[in-house]
């Protein structure tokens, strides 16, 4: 399994900015893909943005926060920049990550423990 730990959550003003960061640690597998989620209470896990290791960013249309997904391939790092947000913002926000692992091969997956993002006045 992938570990992956988040950081930069907290409480921001609507219409202000935040820049999430999440690592993935370990050995032996390629991490392909990275991404981000999101779980407002009371309701579902939904995607913000993925990104592959060759750069390919795919955004949810739901996503009127307009984040921007970029990562550090070297530093096994996703980040996730959210300006203008809104109410609807808050939420904990996941980081996941797809990966290739070497010996024995097989696909594997990681999920960070969430890191809470609130939007209020």
């Known amino acids: 399994q992938v570990q992956l730990v988040e950081s930069g959550g907290g409480l921001v003003q609507p219409g202000g900015s935040l820049r999430l960061s999440c690592k993935a640690s370990g050995s032996g597998y390629s991490i392909k893909t990275m991404g981000w989620y999101r779980q407002a209470p009371g309701k579902e896990r939904e995607l913000v943005a993925i990104?592959?290791?060759?750069?390919?960013?795919n955004y949810a249309d739901s996503m009127k926060d307009r984040p921007t997904i970029s990562r550090d391939n070297v530093k096994n790092t996703v980040y996730l920049q959210i300006n203008s947000l809104k109410a609807e913002g808050t939420a904990d926000y996941y980081c996941?990550?797809?990966?290739?692992?070497?010996?024995?091969?097989?696909?594997?997956?990681?999920w960070g423990q969430g890191t809470l993002v609130t939007v209020s006045s």
């Open positions: 996941n990550a797809a990966a290739e692992q070497m010996v024995p091969w097989r696909t594997i997956e990681g």
């Open positions: 990104m592959t290791s060759g750069g390919i960013r």
